[in-house]
């Protein structure tokens, strides 16, 4: 079993930062795959950013590239996913996944295995 939790959400203006945080229990000793999507009121889940278990492979969706930045603290299952510029587009809710099993597409969210409760991040213009 793999715990995920998420924490870093909240309310903030056009043009603010957010810095969300993801943190998984993984079997003893393992490196997992990360990633982040969100989902918005009455749409599907999509894909925001995302990094290989190394490290060694960021990922990004294009909405967010050049605001966003994942980051992973090394030799851990924590990442970090800094906002920046944010957009009221961005509001939603953020989910952190975590792939046990690969290899994985990690663009997609059928490629995970666990994932956190969610934490919301609304953006007021």
């Known amino acids: 079993q793999v715990h995920v939790v998420e924490s870093g959400g909240g309310m903030v203006q056009a043009g603010d930062s957010l810095r969300l945080s993801c943190a998984a229990s993984?079997?003893?000793?393992?490196?997992?795959?990360m990633g982040w999507f969100r989902q918005a009121l009455g749409k599907e889940r999509e894909f925001v950013a995302a990094?290989?278990?190394?490290?060694?492979?960021?990922y990004y969706a294009d909405s967010v590239k050049g605001r966003f930045t994942l980051s992973r603290e090394n030799d851990k299952n924590t990442v970090y996913l800094q906002m920046n510029s944010l957009k009221r587009e961005d509001t939603a809710v953020y989910y952190c996944?975590?792939?046990?099993?690969?290899?994985?597409?990690?663009?997609?969210?059928?490629?995970?295995?666990?994932w956190g409760q969610g934490t919301q991040v609304t953006v007021s213009s």
């Open positions: 996944g975590v792939v046990l099993y690969g290899p994985p597409n990690l663009v997609v969210p059928q490629s995970y295995d666990y």
């Open positions: 993984g079997p003893p000793g393992s490196r997992l795959a």
């Open positions: 990094v290989t278990w190394s490290g060694d492979k960021t």
